[in-house]
């Protein structure tokens, strides 16, 4: 079959820019001009007969069709990418950047990432601990694992783990007279304020509703903290009383540092979710990683 000459130079130019949703940053990326990039892309769109962006005052975003084109190119400049490593002798070795909670990272993922290693030795993995849900895209992360309603538009999501929640203390404060939901007024409250100051108390709050303590007294009281292994290390350290996330206590509760005194307690209205965007989400790194950590999720 003869295949057509290929635009590389424009399509190298609207990938960049697709990915980044800026001409800027895709001149940056190239390392030529934000008018050269431009003037590629306005070329493609001329020979193929329509519009890859919608062109705003100070963004660009793109149209059906560019949205189309985009995982197309960007899974082929990867693959072309990866067998110019290999025939060079870089030894096919892949690079993942995961951005994720600093809680789950600590708790969840690092103890379980040596079996990633294990099994694909050739991909090494970069984590970016932060509490802010980035445009993956725009700030060039591969995937996310994120803590939400599963509702992030312009990515493929997939459930990765329920939530149960729980408080949790140190074995000495049940000893000391924690018996029963009701006695929580008489200790302090520690709160992982992740959704910001208008949600502190919130899980506190469903938590002694669905154990019928209508009266909690005052919620907002206590000491409220930004991510939940804070959260966590503050009551191993007796400061109070945590509202526990299960999957990130357990090490915790295994080890005997903490004590869940009411069971296993209440599922949570949010979930843990891995994130990726569309346009690369069938990328051999992000589909590795996703098949692992959904595997793991099961054991």
């Known amino acids: 079959m003869k295949r057509p000459a290929l635009p590389l130079n424009a399509l ?32 493609l769109e001329e020979r193929l007969g329509i519009a890859l962006f919608k062109r705003l005052n100070r963004a660009v975003r793109l149209t059906d069709a560019g949205h189309m084109l985009l995982p197309v190119l960007s899974e082929s400049f990867d693959h072309i990418a990866e067998s110019l490593d290999g025939l060079t002798g870089g030894g096919g070795r892949r690079a993942l950047t995961v951005t994720l909670t600093p809680s789950f990272a ?38 996310a694992v994120r803590c939400g309603d599963g509702h992030w538009p312009g990515n493929r999501v997939d459930p990765l783990l329920a939530i149960m929640m729980t408080p949790v203390c140190r074995p000495e404060t049940v000893e000391d007279g924690l018996k029963t939901p009701a006695d929580l007024a008489r200790y302090t409250l520690i709160h992982a304020d992740i959704g910001g100051e208008a949600h ?93 950590i959904s595997s793991e999720a099961d054991r």
């Open 106 to 143: 600590s708790k969840w993922l690092v103890p379980r990432l040596g079996r990633f290693r294990a099994l694909h030795p050739e991909i090494d993995v970069r984590l970016a601990p932060s509490l802010d849900f980035a445009d993956l895209t725009r700030e060039g992360y591969d995937v």
């Open 12 to 43: 190298r130019a609207f990938e960049a820019a697709a990915r980044h949703l800026s001409f800027s940053r895709a001149a940056d990326e190239l390392g030529v001009t934000h008018s050269a990039v431009s003037h590629h892309v306005k070329a």
């Open 200 to 292: 502190i108390g919130t899980e506190w709050r469903m938590w002694l509703d669905e154990f019928g303590i209508g009266d909690g007294g005052d919620l907002d009281r206590g000491i409220s903290l930004p991510d939940p292994a804070m959260a966590l290390q503050a009551a191993v350290d007796g400061l109070g009383v945590a509202m526990g996330y299960d999957l990130l206590a357990a090490s915790d509760l295994a080890a005997g540092r903490l004590v869940a005194p009411f069971g296993d307690g209440l599922r949570h209205p949010l979930a843990y979710y891995v994130v990726s965007p569309s346009g690369t989400a069938n990328n051999p790194n992000i589909t590795a990683f996703r098949d692992w």
